[in-house]
């Protein structure tokens, strides 16, 4: 069976399991905590960081995204990118700005300090990165509303990467119910046909030990 090594509230490792089925591929999640650097998976990512997908036949593909590359490459019978290449770039942007913008922005400063360093042990959480995290978060929210108005779905006129990428985030944050949905309409309609699709309901059945989700995290009318 392929294998998908993730942390259930990290977006790279969300953004796989969703393209993963959206493109119908079986495979069994292993959870991993990857501060705990087992020896066995550094010997599959000696960065230690997930995910990482072994496939049937032992290979390996290990990182965010070279895995999002790799399945996007290896599976195009359901395409998670358009063909044309003005289009390609723009998906591109888009997934990189939630990846990597909002990551830093946003998730670094309220999914890091208040529910990873709890899980891993690593002190206790910076106020002034939370009051950041707080405050960066209503800008990608005017942002998802800004694209969702002109465009049927982020990056274009189909659902793709860059809607994963932004889900993933956000579906992160609201693990947390650190997202302000009454200030977004527009924002939080985009994500309800998101949190509707057959793909997504994995994540919105996690639940770690200790550290539950809010009441409406899995509900699709919040």
Known sequence: MRTLYHHPIHALSRTARVMLAEKALPFEPV??????????????????????LVEE????????LAVIEYLEEAYPDTPLLPREIAARAEVRRV????LHKFEREVAENLVGEKLIKRLSGQGHPFAPAIRAGLANVTYHLDYIAFLSERRPWLAGPAFTLAD???????????????????RSPEAKDWYARIKSRPSFRALLADNITGCPPPKHYADLDF
Request: charged letters at 25%.
């Open 95 to 98: 997934a990189d700005w939630f």
């Open 164 to 182: 994963i990428a932004a889900a993933a985030q956000l579906s992160c944050l609201d693990y947390i119910d650190n997202v302000p949905w009454d």
């Open 31 to 52: 959870v991993e905590r990857p501060w705990e650097r087992r020896t066995d998976f550094l010997k599959l990512n000696p960065a230690a960081e997930v995910p990482v």
């Open 57 to 64: 036949d032992g290979t390996v593909v290990a990182g965010g």
